[in-house]
């Protein structure tokens, strides 16, 4: 088994504390065996003001960056509520959901740039939210309906049948051009959508696709 990435690059470690320090000096990095672990305070400036100011841990597994980093809200100043995307159990953020982590968190996405995007939005939006009742970037429903509503926008329709249409051809191990097209246009896909489905498998894992179709087709049978 390969070590983890801290131990086998320990100069990317110390190349990642020095660019957070100097944006961030309330964080601090504690490496462990099989994982780094960031911990600290983590503030939130909006136009030059301090709205709020969080508890984060945030880990960093061994096999970082292809694992995306792990984070908590440690404060309790976030409800454990699956409406404020805070998981029940312990406090941990659903940033994103894995699906969109193409765009919110491609590869080559430095550390820094994940505090300052997807981190700071997430905790932005729950200080915004707290004060007016309203998230700032709108708000995409949990669990299976935050799937649904992902592909929704990225396909631009809300039939389910060509959202399970897509999934099941992105989840399958290869693209067989002689398919019926999931657009439901009656054309096969190598005279339809062949380019776009082809993009989109470079951006959505099968096996994050793979799941995502099994959790909308169980839901949508429970709907019947």
Not at 25 to 38: A, E, G
Not at 166 to 195: F, Q, T, V
Request: with cysteine; hydrophobic share 30%.
């Amino acid at each position: 088994m390969s070590q983890p990435w801290h131990k086998s690059d320990p100069n990317l470690l110390d190349k990642i504390r020095m660019e957070v320090r100097a944006d961030y000096l309330n964080l601090h990095f504690y490496p462990k065996s099989d994982r780094v672990i960031v911990r600290g305070t983590f503030p939130i400036i909006d136009s030059g003001e301090e709205l709020d100011r969080y508890s984060i841990d945030i880990v960093l597994l061994a096999d970082y960056p292809d694992a995306v980093p792990r984070v908590w809200e440690t404060g309790g100043k976030i409800p454990c509520d699956a409406d404020r995307h805070i998981n029940k159990d312990g406090g941990e953020t659903c940033l994103f959901i894995p699906d969109e982590r193409w765009r919110v968190y491609p590869p080559g996405t430095t550390f820094l740039e994940f505090l300052n995007g997807p981190v700071r939005d997430f905790f932005l939006g729950q200080s915004i939210f707290r004060r007016t009742g309203e998230w700032p970037f709108g708000q995409r429903s949990h669990s299976t309906d935050g799937i649904k509503e992902y592909y929704g926008e990225l396909l631009a329709t809300d039939d389910l049948t060509v959202i399970l249409g897509y999934l099941e051809c992105l989840s399958r191990p290869a693209l067989k051009g002689h398919w019926p097209c999931p657009c439901n246009s009656g054309k096969r896909i190598r005279d339809c959508h062949r380019d776009q489905i082809n993009d989109l498998r470079t951006k959505i894992p099968s096996k994050v696709a793979e799941k995502s179709w099994r959790s909308v087709r169980s839901d949508a049978k429970k709907r019947r």
